[in-house]
T-cell receptor
Framework: GAVVSQHPSRVICKSGTSVKIECRSL??????MFWYRQFPKQSLMLMAT?????????EQGVEKDKFLINHASLTLSTLTVTSAHPEDSSFYIC?????????FGSGTRLTVV | RKEVEQDPGPFNVPEGATVAFNCTYS??????FFWYRQDCRKEPKLLMS???SGNEDGRFTAQLNRASQYISLLIRDSKLSDSATYLC????????????FGKGTTLSVSS
């Protein structure tokens, strides 16, 4: 079946630094990738939608200059959390679709100290 | 009003029990419906799609009522391994749109 590889699975960083999360579709071409964030006991909240080669579309309330998304190829999307703060600590999950189904990465648990 | 609403629970049931989860969605443009399962600190995994005619997969039965914008999931003969959070998910009709998740209902099955 379709597999999406997400790295790193866990990261601890200092406040003010930047963290890059990578999401790669291994055996299919993802026409669209999505980035979600999940706080404890909350639902997965969509942050942004990205299509290969074009700018990401951000959901209301999500700062595009803080959460940089790059979708350079049909198999790779990255999310960079810039100048991270403790309130950015969360579970970040990517999802990729080839318009037939949705496949999720295994998630990245970010802790900003 | 949230797009997808669920009773967060938790539902604490003994093994063998039957348990039902409900979900409502607010946007009538929603076209596709799913139940996902999420284990603690893991990514969500597709449990089953939900069709208007209702569908069953083993011990799991899903129902959709478009008129009421209501979705349900019934789990029969609960197992310890069913303990998880169950997420109600909807999708709009356009291709390439994101899945919209409910907050989830937590189920704990005990022996």
């Amino acid at each position: 079946g379709a597999v999406v590889s997400q790295h790193p699975s866990r990261v601890i960083c200092k406040s003010g630094t930047s963290v890059k999360i990578e999401c790669r579709s291994l055996d299919f071409q993802a026409t669209t990738m999505f980035w979600y964030r999940q706080f404890p006991k909350q639902s997965l909240m969509l942050m942004a939608t990205s299509n290969e080669g074009s700018k990401a579309t951000y959901e209301q309330g999500v700062e595009k200059d803080k959460f940089l998304i790059n979708h350079a190829s049909l198999t790779l999307s990255t999310l960079t959390v810039t100048s991270a703060h403790p309130e950015d600590s969360s579970f970040y999950i990517c999802s990729a679709t080839d318009n037939y189904g949705y496949t999720f990465g295994s998630g990245t648990r970010l802790t900003v100290v | 009003r949230k797009e997808v609403e669920q009773d967060p629970g938790p539902f604490n049931v003994p093994e063998g029990a039957t348990v039902a989860f409900n979900c409502t969605y607010s946007n009538s443009a929603s076209q596709s419906f799913f139940w996902y399962r999420q284990d603690c600190r893991k990514e969500p995994k597709l449990l089953m799609s939900v069709y208007s005619s209702g569908n069953e997969d083993g011990r799991f039965t899903a129902q959709l009522n478009r008129a009421s914008q209501y979705i349900s999931l019934l789990i029969r003969d609960s197992k310890l391994s069913d303990s998880a959070t169950y997420l109600c998910v909807v999708k709009y009709a356009q291709a390439g749109t994101a899945l919209i998740f409910g907050k989830g209902t937590t189920l704990s099955v005990s022996s």
